[in-house]
Protein backbone atom coordinates (compact mmCIF):
# COMPACT_ATOMS: atom_id res chain seq x y z
CA UNK A 1 0.00 0.00 0.00
CA UNK A 2 1.01 3.36 -0.56
CA UNK A 3 1.74 6.33 1.75
CA UNK A 4 -0.82 8.63 2.35
CA UNK A 5 1.63 11.20 1.57
CA UNK A 6 2.01 9.80 -1.86
CA UNK A 7 -1.74 8.92 -2.06
CA UNK A 8 -2.88 12.33 -1.68
CA UNK A 9 -0.59 14.31 -4.02
CA UNK A 10 -1.29 11.86 -6.88
CA UNK A 11 -5.22 12.64 -6.22
CA UNK A 12 -4.77 16.30 -6.07
CA UNK A 13 -2.73 16.78 -8.92
CA UNK A 14 -4.51 14.04 -10.93
CA UNK A 15 -7.81 15.90 -10.21
CA UNK A 16 -6.09 19.35 -10.86
CA UNK A 17 -5.12 17.98 -14.37
CA UNK A 18 -8.05 16.87 -15.36
CA UNK A 19 -9.81 19.86 -14.05
CA UNK A 20 -8.17 22.12 -16.30
CA UNK A 21 -8.78 19.77 -19.33
CA UNK A 22 -4.27 19.15 -18.94
CA UNK A 23 -4.85 15.11 -18.81
CA UNK A 24 -3.80 13.74 -21.51
CA UNK A 25 -6.30 10.75 -22.53
CA UNK A 26 -3.74 8.37 -24.88
CA UNK A 27 -5.64 6.19 -27.57
CA UNK A 28 -4.11 3.01 -28.27
CA UNK A 29 -3.90 1.74 -32.06
CA UNK A 30 -4.96 -1.43 -33.29
CA UNK A 31 -2.65 -1.33 -36.55
CA UNK A 32 0.86 -0.24 -37.75
CA UNK A 33 1.83 3.18 -37.46
CA UNK A 34 1.18 4.04 -40.76
CA UNK A 35 -0.13 6.46 -42.94
CA UNK A 36 -3.71 5.25 -41.90
CA UNK A 37 -4.21 3.88 -38.54
CA UNK A 38 -6.67 1.80 -36.91
CA UNK A 39 -8.49 3.58 -33.58
CA UNK A 40 -11.34 1.78 -31.83
CA UNK A 41 -12.06 0.34 -35.00
CA UNK A 42 -11.79 3.69 -37.31
CA UNK A 43 -9.81 4.13 -40.01
CA UNK A 44 -7.91 7.67 -40.06
CA UNK A 45 -5.55 9.72 -42.08
CA UNK A 46 -2.43 9.81 -39.70
CA UNK A 47 -0.64 12.98 -39.56
CA UNK A 48 0.56 12.49 -36.36
CA UNK A 49 3.51 10.34 -36.68
CA UNK A 50 7.37 11.00 -37.07
CA UNK A 51 7.55 7.99 -39.63
CA UNK A 52 8.58 10.78 -42.04
CA UNK A 53 10.05 8.10 -44.94
CA UNK A 54 7.53 5.62 -43.99
CA UNK A 55 10.61 2.79 -43.28
CA UNK A 56 8.80 1.93 -39.66
CA UNK A 57 6.79 -0.49 -41.89
CA UNK A 58 8.91 -1.35 -44.74
CA UNK A 59 8.96 -4.65 -45.53
CA UNK A 60 12.93 -4.49 -46.34
CA UNK A 61 14.07 -3.66 -42.38
CA UNK A 62 11.13 -5.81 -41.10
CA UNK A 63 13.24 -9.04 -43.12
CA UNK A 64 16.10 -7.33 -41.86
CA UNK A 65 14.61 -7.43 -38.01
CA UNK A 66 13.97 -11.20 -38.37
CA UNK A 67 17.37 -12.13 -39.87
CA UNK A 68 19.43 -10.60 -37.14
CA UNK A 69 17.12 -12.16 -34.34
CA UNK A 70 17.35 -15.35 -35.75
CA UNK A 71 21.08 -15.12 -35.73
CA UNK A 72 21.13 -13.00 -32.39
CA UNK A 73 18.07 -13.38 -30.67
CA UNK A 74 15.89 -11.00 -29.06
CA UNK A 75 18.13 -9.44 -26.34
CA UNK A 76 21.68 -7.93 -26.42
CA UNK A 77 22.17 -10.17 -23.22
CA UNK A 78 24.20 -7.00 -21.44
CA UNK A 79 25.53 -3.42 -21.18
CA UNK A 80 27.75 -2.29 -24.19
CA UNK A 81 31.00 -2.32 -21.81
CA UNK A 82 30.39 -5.81 -20.41
CA UNK A 83 29.44 -7.99 -23.42
CA UNK A 84 26.52 -6.99 -24.85
CA UNK A 85 28.50 -5.32 -28.04
CA UNK A 86 27.49 -7.43 -30.90
CA UNK A 87 29.64 -7.34 -34.47
CA UNK A 88 26.46 -5.40 -35.47
CA UNK A 89 26.64 -2.80 -33.45
CA UNK A 90 29.89 -2.20 -34.87
CA UNK A 91 28.80 -2.22 -38.12
CA UNK A 92 26.24 0.04 -37.28
CA UNK A 93 28.12 2.70 -35.62
CA UNK A 94 30.52 2.73 -38.85
CA UNK A 95 27.12 3.11 -41.25
CA UNK A 96 26.14 5.64 -39.13
CA UNK A 97 29.44 7.48 -39.21
CA UNK A 98 29.17 7.64 -42.91
CA UNK A 99 26.18 8.60 -43.13
CA UNK A 100 27.43 11.18 -41.05
CA UNK A 101 30.10 12.40 -42.79
CA UNK A 102 32.39 12.13 -39.78
CA UNK A 103 35.12 9.73 -37.99
CA UNK A 104 32.90 7.79 -36.09
CA UNK A 105 29.89 7.37 -33.92
CA UNK A 106 28.47 5.77 -30.64
CA UNK A 107 24.63 3.99 -30.76
CA UNK A 108 22.67 4.29 -27.84
CA UNK A 109 18.97 2.89 -26.70
CA UNK A 110 16.87 5.91 -27.40
CA UNK A 111 17.30 9.75 -28.81
CA UNK A 112 16.06 11.22 -24.92
CA UNK A 113 18.99 8.94 -23.54
CA UNK A 114 21.71 10.11 -26.44
CA UNK A 115 21.11 13.22 -25.11
CA UNK A 116 21.00 12.63 -20.94
CA UNK A 117 24.90 10.62 -21.99
CA UNK A 118 26.08 12.89 -24.18
CA UNK A 119 26.06 16.52 -22.53
CA UNK A 120 27.03 15.18 -19.22
CA UNK A 121 29.84 13.16 -20.11
CA UNK A 122 31.71 16.26 -21.63
CA UNK A 123 30.33 19.34 -19.04
CA UNK A 124 30.41 19.99 -15.63
CA UNK A 125 29.38 22.26 -13.04
CA UNK A 126 32.38 24.86 -14.25
CA UNK A 127 31.07 24.80 -17.68
CA UNK A 128 28.41 26.65 -19.47
CA UNK A 129 25.66 25.90 -21.84
CA UNK A 130 23.85 28.36 -24.16
CA UNK A 131 20.84 26.60 -25.12
CA UNK A 132 17.67 27.77 -27.46
CA UNK A 133 14.64 28.32 -25.59
CA UNK A 134 13.12 26.05 -28.09
CA UNK A 135 15.19 22.91 -27.63
CA UNK A 136 13.93 19.76 -27.16
CA UNK A 137 12.90 18.43 -23.21
CA UNK A 138 15.59 15.09 -23.41
CA UNK A 139 18.23 18.16 -24.41
CA UNK A 140 16.78 20.31 -21.25
CA UNK A 141 17.48 17.69 -19.06
CA UNK A 142 20.38 16.51 -20.62
CA UNK A 143 21.91 19.91 -19.50
CA UNK A 144 20.11 20.30 -15.92
CA UNK A 145 22.13 16.50 -15.60
CA UNK A 146 25.60 17.80 -16.55
CA UNK A 147 25.24 20.78 -13.77
CA UNK A 148 26.60 23.33 -15.94
CA UNK A 149 24.93 26.94 -15.97
CA UNK A 150 22.34 26.62 -18.58
CA UNK A 151 21.78 30.50 -20.50
CA UNK A 152 18.55 30.67 -22.34
CA UNK A 153 19.03 32.04 -25.62
CA UNK A 154 15.98 33.82 -27.49
CA UNK A 155 14.86 31.25 -30.59
CA UNK A 156 17.25 31.47 -33.62
CA UNK A 157 17.88 34.83 -32.49
CA UNK A 158 21.52 35.44 -33.80
CA UNK A 159 22.52 38.66 -31.75
CA UNK A 160 21.29 37.00 -28.29
CA UNK A 161 23.27 34.20 -28.79
CA UNK A 162 26.32 36.44 -29.61
CA UNK A 163 25.87 38.62 -26.40
CA UNK A 164 25.64 35.85 -24.70
CA UNK A 165 28.54 33.82 -25.79
CA UNK A 166 30.36 37.00 -25.70
CA UNK A 167 29.27 37.69 -21.49
CA UNK A 168 29.98 34.59 -20.69
CA UNK A 169 33.47 33.98 -22.28
CA UNK A 170 34.47 37.33 -20.96
CA UNK A 171 33.12 36.50 -17.31
CA UNK A 172 36.10 34.11 -17.17
CA UNK A 173 33.68 31.86 -14.71
CA UNK A 174 33.63 28.83 -16.97
CA UNK A 175 35.75 26.47 -18.60
CA UNK A 176 34.12 24.88 -21.61
CA UNK A 177 31.01 26.84 -23.15
CA UNK A 178 29.10 24.96 -25.50
CA UNK A 179 26.14 25.84 -28.16
CA UNK A 180 23.13 23.30 -27.94
CA UNK A 181 20.22 23.65 -30.84
CA UNK A 182 17.76 21.24 -32.66
CA UNK A 183 18.63 21.16 -36.01
CA UNK A 184 14.89 21.46 -36.74
CA UNK A 185 12.48 22.68 -34.46
CA UNK A 186 9.73 20.33 -34.04
CA UNK A 187 7.18 22.65 -33.40
CA UNK A 188 7.65 24.97 -36.15
CA UNK A 189 9.40 23.06 -38.50
CA UNK A 190 12.50 25.72 -38.85
CA UNK A 191 15.71 24.85 -39.69
CA UNK A 192 18.57 26.24 -36.94
CA UNK A 193 21.06 29.06 -38.48
CA UNK A 194 23.98 26.81 -38.15
CA UNK A 195 25.77 28.65 -40.34
CA UNK A 196 25.95 31.99 -38.26
CA UNK A 197 25.69 29.68 -35.07
CA UNK A 198 29.39 27.87 -36.09
CA UNK A 199 30.46 31.66 -36.62
CA UNK A 200 29.67 32.36 -33.11
CA UNK A 201 31.18 29.49 -32.00
CA UNK A 202 34.61 30.18 -33.92
CA UNK A 203 35.02 33.82 -32.68
CA UNK A 204 34.07 32.84 -28.77
CA UNK A 205 35.64 29.21 -28.89
CA UNK A 206 32.49 27.43 -28.00
CA UNK A 207 31.08 23.52 -28.89
CA UNK A 208 29.18 22.75 -30.94
CA UNK A 209 26.06 20.42 -30.56
CA UNK A 210 23.41 20.20 -32.87
CA UNK A 211 20.64 17.52 -31.89
CA UNK A 212 19.25 16.62 -35.85
CA UNK A 213 16.19 14.41 -34.33
CA UNK A 214 14.15 16.01 -37.22
CA UNK A 215 16.64 16.50 -39.79
CA UNK A 216 17.75 13.26 -40.51
CA UNK A 217 16.45 11.67 -42.96
CA UNK A 218 14.11 15.48 -44.03
CA UNK A 219 17.29 17.64 -45.26
CA UNK A 220 21.05 17.21 -46.63
CA UNK A 221 19.43 14.82 -49.02
CA UNK A 222 19.03 12.28 -46.15
CA UNK A 223 21.87 13.28 -44.16
CA UNK A 224 20.82 16.44 -42.36
CA UNK A 225 20.67 19.49 -41.04
CA UNK A 226 24.53 19.56 -40.60
CA UNK A 227 25.00 18.58 -43.99
CA UNK A 228 22.46 20.76 -45.93
CA UNK A 229 24.34 23.16 -44.78
CA UNK A 230 27.58 21.65 -45.73
CA UNK A 231 29.23 21.91 -42.27
CA UNK A 232 29.87 18.33 -41.32
CA UNK A 233 33.33 19.09 -40.10
CA UNK A 234 32.84 21.83 -38.42
CA UNK A 235 29.99 20.67 -35.69
CA UNK A 236 31.47 18.52 -32.64
CA UNK A 237 28.51 16.28 -31.93
CA UNK A 238 26.07 15.80 -34.36
CA UNK A 239 22.70 13.70 -32.90
CA UNK A 240 20.67 11.90 -34.18
CA UNK A 241 17.81 9.68 -33.51
CA UNK A 242 16.56 6.65 -35.17
CA UNK A 243 12.96 6.41 -34.07
CA UNK A 244 11.82 9.29 -36.24
CA UNK A 245 12.86 8.92 -40.28
CA UNK A 246 15.01 6.16 -39.40
CA UNK A 247 11.72 4.72 -38.51
CA UNK A 248 12.77 1.95 -35.21
CA UNK A 249 14.43 2.94 -31.84
CA UNK A 250 17.47 4.85 -30.44
CA UNK A 251 19.53 8.04 -31.02
CA UNK A 252 23.72 8.37 -31.95
CA UNK A 253 25.98 11.18 -31.65
CA UNK A 254 28.34 11.12 -34.98
CA UNK A 255 31.50 13.12 -34.48
CA UNK A 256 35.49 12.95 -34.26
CA UNK A 257 37.14 9.65 -33.18
CA UNK A 258 38.50 10.64 -29.82
CA UNK A 259 34.60 12.34 -28.66
CA UNK A 260 33.46 9.17 -30.00
CA UNK A 261 35.67 7.09 -27.82
CA UNK A 262 35.67 9.16 -24.70
CA UNK A 263 31.53 8.53 -24.88
CA UNK A 264 32.58 4.93 -24.64
CA UNK A 265 33.82 5.11 -21.39
CA UNK A 266 31.97 8.40 -19.41
CA UNK A 267 28.79 7.95 -21.25
CA UNK A 268 26.61 6.54 -18.43
CA UNK A 269 23.31 4.95 -20.71
CA UNK A 270 26.44 3.54 -22.41
CA UNK A 271 27.94 1.78 -19.34
CA UNK A 272 24.61 0.91 -17.59
CA UNK A 273 21.63 0.20 -19.46
CA UNK A 274 21.14 -2.87 -21.92
CA UNK A 275 22.85 -2.47 -25.46
CA UNK A 276 19.88 -1.83 -28.25
CA UNK A 277 18.66 -5.29 -29.39
CA UNK A 278 19.86 -7.44 -32.42
CA UNK A 279 16.31 -6.57 -34.43
CA UNK A 280 16.31 -3.31 -33.85
CA UNK A 281 19.87 -2.86 -35.09
CA UNK A 282 19.47 -4.86 -38.17
CA UNK A 283 16.54 -2.57 -39.10
CA UNK A 284 18.63 0.47 -38.50
CA UNK A 285 21.26 -0.74 -40.63
CA UNK A 286 19.12 -1.61 -43.52
CA UNK A 287 17.25 1.88 -42.91
CA UNK A 288 20.97 3.61 -43.34
CA UNK A 289 21.79 1.41 -46.47
CA UNK A 290 18.23 2.49 -47.96
CA UNK A 291 18.72 6.06 -47.51
CA UNK A 292 22.44 6.08 -48.77
CA UNK A 293 21.05 4.14 -51.71
CA UNK A 294 18.32 6.10 -53.18
CA UNK A 295 17.07 9.40 -52.52
CA UNK A 296 13.39 7.99 -53.40
CA UNK A 297 11.76 8.63 -49.80
CA UNK A 298 13.27 11.52 -49.17
CA UNK A 299 12.32 13.09 -52.71
CA UNK A 300 8.60 11.52 -51.95
CA UNK A 301 8.32 13.11 -48.73
CA UNK A 302 9.42 16.74 -49.87
CA UNK A 303 6.57 16.18 -52.76
CA UNK A 304 4.18 14.93 -50.33
CA UNK A 305 4.80 17.69 -47.80
CA UNK A 306 4.60 20.34 -50.19
CA UNK A 307 1.66 19.06 -51.79
CA UNK A 308 -0.04 19.42 -48.22
CA UNK A 309 1.33 22.86 -46.97
CA UNK A 310 0.32 24.57 -50.74
CA UNK A 311 -3.45 22.55 -50.15
CA UNK A 312 -3.51 24.00 -46.21
CA UNK A 313 -2.84 27.42 -46.96
CA UNK A 314 -4.92 27.61 -50.18
CA UNK A 315 -7.60 26.70 -47.90
CA UNK A 316 -6.76 30.05 -45.92
CA UNK A 317 -4.86 28.16 -42.67
CA UNK A 318 -2.64 29.64 -41.11
CA UNK A 319 0.39 27.41 -41.54
CA UNK A 320 3.25 29.48 -39.87
CA UNK A 321 6.85 29.35 -41.53
CA UNK A 322 8.11 25.91 -41.48
CA UNK A 323 10.80 25.40 -43.98
CA UNK A 324 10.54 21.37 -43.63
CA UNK A 325 7.46 18.77 -44.41
CA UNK A 326 6.32 19.55 -40.76
CA UNK A 327 3.15 21.63 -41.15
CA UNK A 328 1.46 23.12 -38.27
CA UNK A 329 -2.00 24.90 -38.57
CA UNK A 330 -2.17 27.62 -36.06
CA UNK A 331 -5.10 28.44 -34.61
CA UNK A 332 -4.50 30.34 -31.41
CA UNK A 333 -7.21 29.57 -28.50
CA UNK A 334 -6.39 26.66 -26.96
CA UNK A 335 -9.89 24.61 -26.25
CA UNK A 336 -10.71 25.23 -29.97
CA UNK A 337 -7.42 23.99 -31.16
CA UNK A 338 -8.41 20.84 -28.69
CA UNK A 339 -12.14 20.96 -30.46
CA UNK A 340 -10.52 21.38 -33.92
CA UNK A 341 -8.26 18.33 -33.48
CA UNK A 342 -11.38 16.90 -32.09
CA UNK A 343 -13.37 17.45 -35.15
CA UNK A 344 -10.99 16.42 -37.55
CA UNK A 345 -10.68 13.00 -35.51
CA UNK A 346 -14.17 12.53 -36.07
CA UNK A 347 -13.94 13.22 -39.46
CA UNK A 348 -11.60 10.34 -40.28
CA UNK A 349 -8.07 12.97 -39.66
CA UNK A 350 -5.88 11.82 -36.58
CA UNK A 351 -3.70 14.95 -36.30
CA UNK A 352 -2.94 15.69 -32.66
CA UNK A 353 -3.63 19.43 -31.01
CA UNK A 354 -0.08 20.71 -29.50
CA UNK A 355 -0.94 23.21 -26.55
CA UNK A 356 0.83 25.60 -23.60
CA UNK A 357 3.00 24.08 -22.28
CA UNK A 358 4.52 22.42 -25.46
CA UNK A 359 3.85 25.94 -27.48
CA UNK A 360 3.53 29.34 -26.44
CA UNK A 361 -0.12 30.70 -24.97
CA UNK A 362 -2.32 31.56 -27.38
CA UNK A 363 -0.22 29.65 -30.47
CA UNK A 364 -2.23 26.52 -30.08
CA UNK A 365 -1.48 24.45 -33.18
CA UNK A 366 -2.60 21.16 -35.05
CA UNK A 367 0.73 19.74 -36.26
CA UNK A 368 0.77 17.84 -39.51
CA UNK A 369 3.41 15.33 -40.34
CA UNK A 370 3.06 13.73 -44.07
CA UNK A 371 5.45 10.81 -44.50
CA UNK A 372 6.58 9.58 -48.10
CA UNK A 373 3.93 6.82 -47.35
CA UNK A 374 1.27 8.67 -48.02
CA UNK A 375 -0.84 8.89 -50.99
CA UNK A 376 -2.34 11.62 -52.36
CA UNK A 377 -5.66 10.33 -52.14
CA UNK A 378 -5.40 10.02 -48.38
CA UNK A 379 -3.93 13.97 -48.59
CA UNK A 380 -6.99 14.98 -50.30
CA UNK A 381 -9.21 13.08 -48.39
CA UNK A 382 -7.32 14.97 -45.21
CA UNK A 383 -7.68 18.61 -46.91
CA UNK A 384 -11.10 17.57 -47.74
CA UNK A 385 -11.98 16.95 -43.72
CA UNK A 386 -9.96 19.93 -42.81
CA UNK A 387 -11.87 22.15 -45.56
CA UNK A 388 -15.04 20.43 -43.87
CA UNK A 389 -14.29 21.50 -40.50
CA UNK A 390 -12.25 24.64 -40.75
CA UNK A 391 -15.19 26.28 -42.13
CA UNK A 392 -18.00 24.87 -39.79
CA UNK A 393 -15.87 26.11 -36.71
CA UNK A 394 -15.17 29.47 -38.83
CA UNK A 395 -11.30 29.15 -38.60
CA UNK A 396 -11.07 30.05 -42.45
C1 LIG B 1 14.91 17.14 -30.83
C2 LIG B 1 14.63 15.80 -30.22
N1 LIG B 1 15.59 15.16 -29.56
C3 LIG B 1 15.41 13.96 -29.00
C4 LIG B 1 14.18 13.33 -29.08
C5 LIG B 1 13.99 11.99 -28.43
O1 LIG B 1 14.15 11.00 -29.35
P1 LIG B 1 13.62 9.50 -29.09
O2 LIG B 1 12.16 9.52 -29.30
O3 LIG B 1 14.37 8.72 -30.10
O4 LIG B 1 13.99 9.15 -27.69
C6 LIG B 1 13.14 13.93 -29.78
C7 LIG B 1 11.83 13.24 -29.88
O5 LIG B 1 10.78 13.76 -29.79
C8 LIG B 1 13.36 15.20 -30.36
O6 LIG B 1 12.38 15.83 -31.03
Known amino acids: MSSRGLQEFLQENLAELKSKGLYNVIDPLESANGPVITIKGKNLVNLSSNNYLGLATDQRLKDAAYQAIEKYGVGAGAVRTINGTLDIHITLEKTLAEFKHT ?5 YQSGFNCNMAAISAVMDKNDAILSDELNHASIIDGCRLSKAKIIRVNHSDMDDLRQKAKEARESGLYNKIMVITDGVFSMDGDIAKLPEIVEIAEEF ?25 GLSDKVDFQIGTLSKAIGVVGGYVAGKQELINWL ?22 KAINILTESTELHDR ?21 SETPITPCIIGDEIKTQ ?9 GVYAKAIVFPTVAKGTGRVRNMPTAAHTKEMLDQALAIYKKVGKEMGII
Open 301 to 321: LWENGNYLKKGLKELGFNIGD
Open 103 to 107: EAAIA
Open 339 to 347: EFSKRLYEE
Open 264 to 285: KVRSRPFLFSTALTPGDVGAIT
Open 205 to 229: DLITYVDDAHGSGVLGKGAGTVKHF
